[in-house]
């Protein structure tokens, strides 16, 4: 077991009953593809070794008893009720999951849930997805339910959607749930086709820059960008923006708003970038690599507009130090984290951009090194 998953562990083992089962899901990065996922695009995304982890067990009655040990946080939910309730925050991802359930018809009995973690929140690495997944494949395993990892993916894209109220796509669910070690995948979100390649960054390593600028989700323009292309593609009798050539955009700009055209721009673009990264590391050329990086900040900074004056100034700082070969904002935007791809042997980057930021914003800057790690599993089998 690795020693942050036992450091979890541990945590929970004080909290939970001897019988209880243990799952943890892990956050996710994606190197490139942003906002494509629900565009049935293109994305490429990685399990990372920062996630939660729940234990749940049986408790003989009809309540949902949940204890949060990070957010120091208690609440409980009758099952019969569990659709007529809604709270604030990350509570709304467990009542969503166990809706979800209970609307496919699994049958669930009173349980204990405990919760931990150490993703970042608002951070841009999935936690909601971590959440949603380690609650689902725990309860899989409680009761016996019998669903497979697909089924699993697809109940939590779904309390997202209809208990949070974010249309979020498939990607972060996707990518916390088959992860695999040292290995990003290529995934069509449409299809759901996936790709692993092995990855190896040689003297450079990744390295995200949270700018502790909080965003969520709900509260942002994220379902507006959603439904300004879905506009777009019924416009052109087409299921997804990422159906069409750029070309074909182009020849009807006049018949298009400017934001409808820029999004759906965008979004072409980044599908051609995704592969052409996958390509790049196939074969093993980083300096492509990070350069599309950096297209794809300057696509998401001018054209979907969802970055913010702090992610494009990490971005910026990190293009003129000569010490990262690519960056990017990541996650839905407004907030979070930078994706960069360092040299290893940096030093002068991370003290510079620190003291800058700090001056410019009044905030401190934290890093954060990833690894590409496994997806979504049950501890006690390890």
């Known amino acids: 077991m690795d020693k942050d998953i036992k450091s979890l562990y541990e945590k929970l083992l004080k909290h939970s009953k001897v019988d209880a089962v243990y799952a943890y899901a892990p956050g996710r990065i994606n190197l490139i593809g942003e906002h494509t996922d629900y565009n049935g695009g293109y994305v490429f995304p990685a399990a990372i ?49 166990v809706s979800q359930l209970i609307k496919h018809g699994y049958s669930l009995e009173g349980f204990n849930l405990c919760i931990t973690g150490n993703i970042p929140i608002g951070s841009g690495l999935s936690s909601s997805a971590a959440l949603e997944n380690s609650i689902v494949i725990a309860l899989n395993k409680l009761f016996s339910l019998g669903l497979s990892k697909h089924e699993m993916v697809a109940i939590s894209q779904k309390a997202e959607h209809d208990f949070v109220g974010v249309n979020c796509g498939i990607m972060d669910q996707y990518g916390s749930m088959f992860g695999k070690s040292d290995n990003a995948f290529l995934l069509q979100c449409s299809s759901l086709e996936s790709t692993f390649l092995p990855v190896d960054f040689e003297e450079y390593e990744l390295v995200l820059i949270n700018s502790h600028v909080n965003h969520s989700l709900g509260d942002s323009e994220y379902n507006v960008r959603r439904k300004t292309c879905e506009r777009v593609a019924s416009k052109f009798g087409v299921k997804y923006v990422s159906e069409l050539k750029s070309s074909v955009l182009l020849a009807k700009k006049s018949e298009l708003t400017k934001n409808e055209f820029q999004r759906a721009n965008f979004v072409i673009e980044e599908n051609k970038r995704v592969l052409s990264a996958f390509t790049a590391l196939q074969e093993k050329d980083l300096k492509t690599f990070g350069k599309l990086l950096y297209e794809s900040h300057a696509g998401l900074q001018f054209e979907y507009e969802v970055s913010c004056k702090e992610l494009d100034f990490l971005v910026e700082s990190a293009r003129s130090s000569g010490e990262v070969l690519g960056a990017r904002m990541m996650g839905g935007g407004f907030g979070g984290c930078s994706l960069n791809l360092i040299n290893k042997e940096s030093k002068m980057f991370k003290e510079s951009i620190t003291r800058t930021y700090l001056k410019k914003f009044n905030k401190k800057l934290s890093f954060i090194a990833v690894k590409l790690d496994n997806g979504a599993r049950i501890i006690n089998d390890e």
């Open 49 to 97: 070794n920062l996630g939660i982890m729940t234990s749940v067990s049986k408790n003989r009655t009809n309540q949902v008893k949940v204890m949060s040990l990070n957010m120091d946080n208690y609440f409980e939910f009758n099952l019969n009720t569990v659709n007529t309730v809604k709270y604030d925050g990350w509570q709304n991802y467990v009542g969503g999951v």
